[in-house]
Nanobody
Framework: QVQLVESGGGLVQPGGSLRLSCAASGRLISVWTMGWYRQAVGKQRELVATITSGGSTSYAESVKGRFTISRDNASTVYLQMNSLKPEDTAVYYC?????????WGKGTLVTVSS
């Protein structure tokens, strides 16, 4: 069983920055993909960014140039969010896929407002 715990959410003004962290624990397979998703009130959950165990990254068009996904080992990933906009307000979820399994964190709330 894999557990994912997000941290780093909070209230920030437009133009500000936040860094989200996702720590994975449990039985971890060496080949994996992790991603950040977000869900705003009244909207579907959407993919924000992904990173593979090999270091390949992908971003939603709406966050390119502002957000950066990274990892420091097989168990921790980050999402650096710069130039935040009110439209970025959402609950952000960490996801991990490895083999046939998929895991989700419980989410962390990001609110961008003046």
């Amino acid at each position: 069983q894999v557990q994912l715990v997000e941290s780093g959410g909070g209230l920030v003004q437009p133009g500000g920055s936040l860094r989200l962290s996702c720590a994975a624990s449990g039985r971890l397979i060496s080949v994996w993909t992790m991603g950040w998703y977000r869900q705003a009130v009244g909207k579907q959950r959407e993919l924000v960014a992904t990173i593979t165990s090999g270091g390949s990254t992908s971003y939603a068009e709406s966050v390119k140039g502002r957000f950066t996904i990274s990892r420091d080992n097989a168990s921790t990933v980050y999402l650096q969010m710069n130039s935040l906009k009110p439209e970025d307000t959402a609950v952000y979820y960490c996801n991990r896929r490895a083999g046939a399994m998929e895991y989700w964190g419980k989410g962390t709330l990001v609110t961008v407002s003046s």
